[in-house]
């Protein structure tokens, strides 16, 4: 099964692909039917003024989301047109159509492309992958740089579920609320970290939060709830 959002993705090669073009992505239409994404730790504090930021668990993994929306298959940040209506769009969502894979046996990541992206090679597409000289162009050199980043903060994040577990501060949670028309919306699923155990830690567990930059992290994520009001 490919990663949410693509469709088909391939390796990109230098020799292959010398004379593809593509268009910035400006109509996210393709995330119009997502809502939650994957969440970095390091997006936190900028996401939390936009979205609400809760976790999920799948296979005892637990794993940080910025909710899009309480109804299954709906984002309302993705307007008619097609443009994303926050300041901050996640990470997850900016580095499309390019996406990381790991070469089998190593460590070494590979940059992929969805082949399926309408602005691959289409007539307003002006900007080269590759230089003349087969090395990345500026826009697919931006790409690798998110990336890579994405890659070494994806290890970061994980540290921090882990701590969270480790500390047993998560909790199951649902919220209720009812559309314009009075239609009742009860959305559930999901964790959040529970005030009243985070409140009963040791000043040693707590200096432990703060040292790893966790505490930071758990403060935002609080503060993130209150978009939750809005988004019902």
């Not at 995330?31 to 999920?56: G, H, R």
């Not at 940040?77 to 994303?84: I, L």
């Not at 540290?159 to 969270?164: E, I, M, P, R, T």
Request: with cysteine; glycine share 6%.
């Amino acid at each position: 099964m490919n990663p949410m959002f693509y469709q088909k993705p391939i390796v990109l090669n230098e020799a292959a692909h010398k004379d593809w073009k593509i268009e910035p992505v400006q109509d996210y239409k393709f995330a119009k039917k997502t809502n939650s994404v994957y969440l970095m730790s390091a997006e936190f504090v900028l996401a939390s003024k936009e979205y609400p930021i809760v976790f999920a668990r799948n296979n005892d993994v637990v794993t940080p989301i910025a909710l899009l929306g309480v109804e299954n298959d709906t984002n309302k940040f993705v307007v008619p047109k097609g443009g994303w209506d926050a300041d901050y769009i996640p990470a997850y969502v900016r580095r499309y159509p390019f996406i990381p894979a790991a070469k089998e046996g190593s460590d070494e990541l590979m940059l992929c492309i969805d082949e399926d992206y309408k602005g691959l090679n289409s007539k307003k597409a002006k900007l080269p992958l590759f230089e003349k000289d087969g090395k990345p162009s500026a826009i697919t050199q931006q790409a690798i740089n998110l990336l890579q980043s994405y890659n070494t903060e994806n290890k970061v994040t994980i540290n921090f579920c882990q701590q969270l577990v480790d500390m047993d501060l998560l909790e199951e949670a649902q919220v209720e609320g009812a559309t314009p028309e009075g239609t009742a919306i009860k959305f559930g699923g999901f964790l959040r970290i529970s005030q009243h155990k985070f409140g009963k830690l040791t000043s040693k567990q707590v200096k432990q939060l703060f040292d790893s930059g966790a505490l930071e992290l758990i403060y935002a994520h609080f503060q993130s709830l209150a978009n939750l009001k809005d988004m019902l």
